[in-house]
């Protein structure tokens, strides 16, 4: 199973790989565009994750310390 960053980037692979099979030029800049902002969608979910994951290591390290 794919994590939601490897979903996205795949998608962007899928536009990316369909672009230049296009004739038309506006969905081959349409097609390109998304796949930007599939790329860009994947960079911010692994982002939050980070925060996500290091708001938990504060927590901790915070419960711990008024432990002590």
Known sequence: MMSKSEEYRFK?????????????????????????????LAEFHE????????AHLVAARWKAAKLT
């Open 12 to 40: 962007a692979a899928q536009c990316l790989e369909s672009a230049p099979k296009v004739a038309d030029p506006l969905a081959r800049h349409t097609l390109l565009d998304m796949a930007a902002h599939w790329a860009r």
């Open 47 to 54: 982002a939050s994750r980070d925060l996500e994951d290091l």
